[in-house]
């Protein structure tokens, strides 16, 4: 179907979404103090909304239980102040179906929903997928679509076919195409709200109307985002190309399969965190954590002030 306008969104998503790494103690436990201390970081930069369990949150290697312990610890130390999602990806429906509804019990204000992870569906079976987790949501759903990552396109034209489940308010686009913005809004007009989940393409999307920004550099550089949003929502493409162009070499770190480890070495030489990887995942070494320590280095040599 193609999305008719006058259907109405009840949520309201907007702004800068951090897709927060996961803080483990040395022990490879998570780390709550961390964890709740990166929070407050964010919120009083000024994001919008938080998201747990996510790819930068190495979700894959936490267990059911430890997810719904991270998801609750953040809701509390949120206290409202931001709505909090919760990644879901799952290798099957049912598993899905099963942990949306775990996860609302645990204080999810909405949900981040991946297609099934093991098995790269066609499209039948993604708009399937999608619409039986829906009906099981106790919340409303951000479609993730990563095609680069995990080999499942959502296209626009399936999101026009998804626009009458009313529990999907938002797209996270992580195409690596930012057409998409456009083709997007062709077919669905203002039926959802868009995000754009590249990094490095991120001023480009916000120009071109997207919503917000699920980003991962947030989590080190937390002022520095939220600014290149409000400069892109104010229209102050000078002022923001200026920052964007300071920015990139970092938000370049993003597109990477090692962005966890890149990400995490920004948060420890901003403070804000350590190098704490839970295997397969190893900390970056020798010339590789080098020269990505030389780009967060260099950055941080002729950073911005953020005062005006």
């Given at each position: 179907?193609v999305?008719?306008?006058?259907?109405v969104?009840?949520?309201d998503?907007k702004?800068?979404?951090?897709?927060?790494?996961?803080?483990?103690?040395d022990?490879?436990?998570?780390?709550?103090?961390?964890?709740r201390a990166h929070?407050?970081?964010?919120?009083?930069a000024?994001v919008?909304?938080?998201i747990?369990?996510?790819?930068?949150g190495?979700?894959?290697t936490l267990?059911?239980g430890?997810?719904?312990?991270?998801?609750a610890?953040?809701?509390?130390?949120?206290?409202?102040?931001?709505?909090?999602?919760?990644g879901?990806?799952?290798?099957s429906?049912?598993?899905?179906?099963?942990?949306?509804?775990?996860?609302?019990?645990?204080?999810?204000?909405?949900?981040?929903?991946?297609?099934?992870?093991?098995?790269p569906?066609?499209?039948?079976?993604?708009?399937?997928?999608?619409?039986?987790?829906a009906a099981?949501?106790?919340?409303?759903?951000?479609i993730?679509?990563?095609p680069?990552?995990?080999r499942?396109?959502v296209?626009?034209?399936m999101?026009?076919e998804?626009?009458?489940?009313?529990?999907f308010v938002?797209?996270?686009?992580?195409?690596?195409d930012?057409?998409?913005?456009?083709?997007?809004?062709?077919?669905?007009?203002d039926?959802?709200?868009?995000?754009?989940g590249?990094?490095?393409?991120a001023?480009?999307?916000?120009?071109?109307g997207?919503?917000?920004w699920?980003?991962?550099?947030?989590?080190?550089?937390?002022?520095?985002?939220?600014?290149?949003?409000e400069?892109?929502?104010?229209?102050?493409?000078?002022?923001?190309?200026?920052?964007?162009?300071w920015f990139?070499?970092?938000?370049?770190?993003?597109?990477?399969t090692?962005?966890?480890?890149?990400?995490?070495?920004a948060?420890t030489?901003?403070g804000l965190?350590?190098?704490?990887?839970?295997?397969?995942r190893l900390?970056?070494?020798?010339?590789?954590?080098?020269?990505?320590?030389?780009?967060i280095?260099?950055?941080?040599?002729?950073?911005?002030?953020?005062?005006?």
């Open positions: 179907m999305y008719q306008p006058g259907q969104m009840t949520m998503w702004g800068v979404f951090p897709a927060v790494t996961t803080k483990f103690a022990d490879l436990s998570i780390d709550e103090a961390a964890s929070t407050r970081r964010m919120i009083e000024g919008d909304g938080i747990v369990s996510g790819s930068l190495e979700a894959s267990e059911e430890e997810k719904l312990d991270l998801l610890m953040i809701t509390d130390e949120a206290a409202g102040r931001v709505p909090v999602l919760c879901v990806a799952e290798r429906t049912a598993s899905a179906c099963r942990f949306v509804a775990r996860a609302a019990d645990a204080g999810a204000d909405g949900f981040m929903l991946l297609p099934p992870m093991l098995y569906t066609d499209g039948r079976e993604t708009l399937t997928f999608f619409r039986t987790v099981e949501s106790p919340r409303p759903i951000m993730y679509n990563n680069v990552g995990y499942t396109d296209t626009p034209g999101l026009a998804l626009a009458d489940e009313p529990r938002a797209v996270k686009e992580s195409s690596d930012v057409r998409r913005i456009t083709a997007i809004r062709n077919l669905t007009g039926r959802y709200r868009l995000f754009c590249v990094d490095n393409v001023l480009e999307a916000l120009m071109l997207a919503d917000g699920v980003a991962g550099l947030v989590c080190a550089f937390p002022d520095e985002t939220v600014a290149l949003y400069l892109a929502r104010e229209h102050r493409f000078d002022e923001a190309v200026s920052l964007y162009r990139m070499p970092l938000l370049d770190l993003d597109v990477s090692k962005l966890v480890q890149n990400i995490k070495l948060e030489l901003a965190g350590t190098e704490t990887v839970r295997p397969p900390p970056l070494a020798g010339e590789e954590r080098a020269r990505v320590e030389a780009v280095r260099a950055a941080m040599s002729t950073r911005p002030s953020m005062t005006s």
